[in-house]
């Protein structure tokens, strides 16, 4: 790239390099080059050039094996192959969460232990088929169609079946759907799985209304026919009828969550398939909500799929729809038979493991076990022991693209703590920090619930016909990052052996959370674009590629700050326009837009004790560490305010790394230098935080340290505009992640080679 310079900032090639220049760029340049990549293997991607110390697949493969060995976590010959994140929820002690609880469940029903097995709600009809009386004089109706709810006086359709999940109500329809609230500005469908299938059920008047998970309510509109949704008005008000053809049901657990104990001593369980029933001692698998419609009994899996009996000989599966999902219930001497449609009983066979059905024999009799009365579910959850966030994620974004085409980043975190007597607390792991990523593409904003279904009436030889669009109720996190941070309490010597994070990642959600070497990542865009590799994405395998990023140090690595001043910062720079339209979500997405109110506080506090436990844990490993200085700036900034800090100056802080080899160059000073309110010093740090925050508020040095930053401006200036020879060195060039404008590079250039000069 050619651009104008000042005479007294000449190319790269002849530029004279004062006070010994040469000598610490090339200590630096030598510091960020070490351990470049190593041949992949090939059942994985190879590794790219990269300014990280990005590692190997055979490193990584080596390094789960010896996870696995130290925390047993599976065993080293077999995580490879096994772990998935239902193994890493029932390490920690939470076997009864399905990872996609973790990762889609609404922030405050996780933290909340919601997610617990169901107990009995409030609401009187669970487990029965009502009927929904509109004040028009209509009823609720699922129609005869591929999706969707209007109201009619008659029909099937006027039927739903009520589940209580928690405190929530879902009312599954005659078609085996769910209504609905879709994440749109109003209205109504059906839907099988999302957070639009939770409803609130509220009383007035003797009247039922339903409010949904976005906060209006099932609506009645004065019209013909039709539902939507609204905040006021007396179409959010329905009454409840149970049909007199369907009697109060005789099995005493209805909408509750049930396991069934074999006389081989396991559970009837449902396995992480596609389809399908087995037998096992543990696992969330275990549990079944009992859902009673009439005189029969269907059971629902943890999958949301139901205990089913094929139209076959013999034999036991899981189906959504269909009579074989209907069971009666009988009891003898205490135990639970289930009859199916067929005439036989479910049965467990004297065998290792399996169910199939049967006429006669004691594996047809199953002893019921709630979750309060023991068993082997878990105690319910304490508050605290999961804390979720949602937010806006630059770090992971694509630069190297426009920024009107550019994917948006969003991360949801879940920090999970081992629960006692857990095997993960039984190794020194304290805590789970999961990061799932989740991208848009603008101008659509729906960073975790997707998008609902649509119809179009097109033309077609025979007419107008109706075309579904299936919706995608989820937009699935492409990659999970995984921090298992520890905290050894035991002797020196032992703890001299734990790691103070283990990693683990694993791939795409809509791919069984599979484990995986790597995080494919952006971090290098602009040097692979540059270079010819039009993706922009490159691994970053465990543990190196996460040890870079989280200080460096092999064993002692940290937690980093969930800086969101960064993440205000973001949205008026000009890098994403989409964020500044009026329906762009939220930079903290469940805090909404107004910093002033209670619901923005009550999520801000979660950020802010999650900032806490970050800070504890660097003073832990390393208490002389820029990140952790950094996070006690930020905690002193947000002690007790929510608001925003944009001045950067303010959220500078002190501090000096006088053991580093490049600070030594320097002029000494008394103290370590601070960001002034001098009109070069504004401009200086607010170019670095745009373009060099990314990596450098963790990586080597933070941009808010201006000390840390005047030890660096010699190896800066040439990484920012190399000579011939460095820029074939893919990875060198920096920032890697994308070309600078040309009028931002020459005064980063020139604000860089000023402080240099008055430093040195």
Not at 165 to 184: A, T
Not at 542 to 556: E, M, R, Y
Not at 632 to 657: C, M, Y
């Amino acid at each position: 790239m050619s651009f104008h310079q000042p005479p007294r900032h000449v190319s790269s090639p002849t530029r004279p390099r004062h006070r010994g220049g040469h000598v610490r760029a090339g200590l630096f340049s030598a510091l960020l080059l070490l351990g470049s990549t190593a041949a992949a293997q090939p059942s994985a991607p190879p590794a790219k050039p990269s300014a990280l110390n990005n590692g190997s697949a055979a490193e990584a493969s080596a390094y789960y094996k010896k996870l696995a060995k130290t925390l047993n976590f599976l065993t080293p010959a077999t995580v490879e192959s096994k772990a998935n994140m239902q193994e890493l929820l029932n390490y920690l002690g939470y076997s009864e969460l399905s990872p996609e609880v973790v990762e889609f469940e609404a922030p405050e029903k996780l933290m909340g232990g919601g997610s617990n097995p169901p107990t009995a709600s409030a609401f009187p009809y669970c487990g029965k088929s009502i009927e929904l009386k509109s004040w028009k004089g209509d009823s609720l109706n699922r129609p005869n169609t591929a999706q969707g709810v209007t109201t009619s006086t008659t029909g099937a359709g006027n039927l739903w079946t009520a589940e209580c999940v928690g405190d929530k109500v879902r009312l599954k329809s005659s078609k085996g759907d769910f209504l609905h609230r879709p994440d749109s500005n109003q209205g109504i469908t059906t839907w099988h799985t999302g957070p639009g299938n939770d409803w609130t059920a509220e009383f007035t008047n003797g009247k039922l209304m339903l409010k949904s998970w976005k906060g209006d309510y099932l609506h009645r509109p004065d019209s013909a026919q039709g539902v939507t949704t609204y905040h006021t008005g007396i179409g959010n008000q329905w009454t409840v009828v149970e049909p007199t053809s369907a009697p109060a049901p005789a099995f005493p657990y209805c909408g509750k969550s049930i396991e069934l104990k074999s006389w081989k001593g396991d559970s009837l369980n449902r396995p992480d398939t596609a389809q399908g029933v087995t037998s096992a001692s543990t696992g969330t698998g275990n549990l079944w909500t009992a859902e009673c419609v009439g005189n029969k009994v269907r059971l629902k899996s943890s999958k949301g799929d139901y205990l089913h009996r094929p139209d076959s000989a013999q034999g036991i599966t899981t189906w959504h729809t269909g009579p074989g999902n209907d069971w009666t219930a009988e009891s003898t001497n205490g135990k639970l038979m289930l009859k199916s449609w067929k005439g036989d009983y479910l049965h467990r066979p004297d065998s290792a493991q399996g169910v199939t059905t049967y006429h006669t024999g004691i594996g047809n009799q199953w002893t019921v076990v709630e979750p309060t009365s023991g068993g082997t579910t878990p105690p319910p959850r304490q508050k605290g022991d999961i804390l979720v966030s949602r937010f806006f994620a630059p770090k992971i974004v694509n630069f190297a693209v426009a920024p009107e085409k550019r994917n948006i980043g969003w991360r949801r975190l879940v920090r999970i703590n081992s629960r006692p007597n857990s095997e993960a607390a039984k190794h020194h792991v304290q805590s789970a920090w999961i990061l799932f990523n989740h991208f848009t593409s603008p101008p659509v904003h729906s960073p975790y619930g997707g998008t609902p279904p649509t119809e179009q009436l097109k033309d077609s030889p025979w007419g107008k016909v109706k075309i579904v669009t299936p919706g995608n109720m989820k937009n699935g996190s492409v990659n999970t990052q995984v921090a298992l941070v520890t905290h050894c309490k035991a002797t020196k010597e032992e703890c001299a052996e734990v790691d103070s994070i283990y990693w683990v990642d694993f791939g795409p959600s809509d791919k069984g959370y599979k484990l995986s070497y790597q995080l494919d990542a952006f971090f290098d865009a602009g040097n692979l674009v540059a270079a010819g590799d039009t993706a922009g994405a490159a691994p970053y395998f465990v543990p190196n590629g996460c040890d870079t990023c989280h200080g460096s140090l092999k064993g002692q690595a940290i937690l980093n700050l969930l800086d969101t001043d960064h993440w205000m910062d973001r949205l008026t720079d000009g890098d994403f326009p989409a964020l500044a339209r009026p329906d762009a979500p939220a930079v903290l997405f469940d805090a909404g837009k107004d910093t002033k109110s209670p619901q923005y506080a009550a999520a801000f506090d979660i950020i802010r004790t999650l900032n806490r436990e970050i800070a504890d844990m660097a003073r832990r490993i390393n208490n002389q560490s820029f990140q952790l200085a950094a996070t006690d700036k930020w905690l002193q900034l947000h002690q007790s305010s929510v608001q925003p800090e944009p001045d950067l100056i303010t959220r500078g802080f002190e501090f000096a790394n006088f053991s580093h080899p490049l600070h030594g160059t320097r002029k000494p000073t008394p103290t370590p230098l601070k960001w002034t309110s001098k009109a070069e010093d504004k401009e200086l740090v607010g170019l670095l935080n745009k373009y060099c925050y990314r990596c450098h508020g963790a990586i080597r040095f933070d941009v808010f340290s201006k000390d840390l930053v005047a030890d660096q401006t010699s190896p800066m200036l040439d990484r920012i505009d190399p000579n011939p020879a460095q820029a074939k060195i893919v990875g060198f060039q920096m920032p890697p992640d994308r070309e600078l404008p040309a009028k931002d590079k020459q005064r980063l250039l020139d604000l860089l080679d000023q402080l240099d000069q008055e430093t040195h």
